[in-house]
Each structure stands twice: as structure tokens, then as C-alpha cells.
């Protein structure tokens, strides 16, 4: 049975001078995928697939020269469009991603609507499945689109309440066959 990962990028350097697109990894971000780069669980893992942003790219590539595999970036596996707004205070960001989650069908403070950004990650993620390779896969991006995914998958209605643990760097793992999910989000030092 192959096994399908979405992991979401670990913790990032913020600097509110920057899109956030284009924030990369910290020390501990870093760190943290550098110590489960080549753990065993990921070993029969053959295609790793990125966000184009900057943070999934870097925690795909750590994750890639462990194994010996090739990135390939895909541009509309980003998170939600939040450009509207920019970067936000993070008590203001935490009021309007509940409002995102809790009102999907709805453009919060001109953000992209979470019934869309949904449609957009399902509809990348089963174009790469449909190629049917063999070996497991290994998504990389974000914590948005990566619990509209899971919501998806599990058969849930959009809730933050499947938000994955704060801190990022977590994933869920559903069987490609049947797409069933295995287990909810888990940190990624369980790989």
C-alpha cells in the first residue's frame, strides 16, 4: 500500500519587511526537518512534492538530499492567498484565519475563500496521484491549505478544530489506494 504525507513546513524566520511567500526556514525550522531528514518511516518515499514557497522548498530539499529525490514544485500548491491583507499582527492573523475557517464559503478581509483554496490543494494533490508511480509520497506546504486537505480527505466539514498543533511542522498520512485516512496530524519528529 502506498502512503500519501502532507507535511507541513516547520517553524519560519518572520519579518514583516518581506511577503510572506518568500519567508524561509529559522534555526529551529531548520533543525527540526534536518533531524527526521532520513528517518526510516520516509524511506520508501520516491516523489517529494513543494509548495512554490520559499519555506516548503527549503523543508522539501532538506528532506530530498536525505533520499536522494527530486523536488517537484508545483505553484498552486500554495497556502491561502492572504495578499489582501499582508502580514498581520499574530493575535489579528489568529482572529481572521477563525474567520476563514469558520465562514468557508466567504472572502475574509479579501482573502482567498476556504472552499476555494480547498478545491485548489485536492485538485493539485489528485493530479500528481493520478500519475499512479509507485513508492509513497511526500507533500510539503502549509498549514491552511494542509487542514482543508485533511478536512477533505478525513469526509469533515471545514473546521479549524482540525487545525493542526501550533508550531507547524506536522503531518497526516492518508493510503493512496482509497484514499483513507491513516492518522491525523502528528509532529514531525514521529516520522
Not at 21 to 49: D, F, K, M, N
Not at 67 to 95: C, I, K, W, Y
Not at 120 to 137: M, Q, S, Y
Request: with cysteine.
Amino acid at each position: 500500500m502506498n502512503l500519501v504525507r502532507y507535511l507541513t513546513h516547520p517553524q519560519v524566520k518572520i519579518d514583516p519587511a518581506i511577503p510572506v511567500p518568500s519567508w524561509g526556514l529559522s534555526e529551529i525550522g531548520r533543525a527540526r526537518t534536518q533531524a527526521i531528514a532520513g528517518a526510516r518511516r520516509l524511506s520508501a518515499t520516491t516523489q517529494i512534492i513543494s509548495s512554490a514557497e520559499r519555506k516548503a522548498i527549503e523543508t522539501a530539499e532538506i528532506i530530498a538530499a536525505k533520499l536522494n529525490v527530486h523536488v517537484e514544485v508545483r505553484q498552486a500548491m500554495h497556502e491561502n492567498d492572504r495578499s489582501a491583507t499582508g502580514f498581520l499582527v499574530p493575535d489579528e492573523f489568529e482572529l481572521v484565519a477563525n474567520q476563514f475557517f469558520a465562514q468557508p464559503d466567504v472572502s475574509i478581509r479579501g482573502w482567498e475563500r476556504a472552499i476555494d483554496a480547498q478545491s485548489r490543494i485536492v485538485r493539485e494533490v489528485e493530479h500528481v496521484l493520478a500519475r499512479k508511480r509507485p513508492g509513497d509520497v511526500l507533500f510539503v506546504g502549509h498549514g491552511g491549505v494542509g487542514t482543508l486537505l485533511y478536512c477533505h480527505y478525513a469526509g469533515l466539514a471545514i473546521d479549524r478544530a482540525h487545525d493542526q498543533p501550533a508550531g507547524g511542522g506536522c503531518f497526516f498520512a492518508f493510503a493512496e489506494d482509497g484514499r483513507r485516512v491513516q492518522h491525523s496530524w502528528r509532529h514531525l519528529e514521529e516520522l
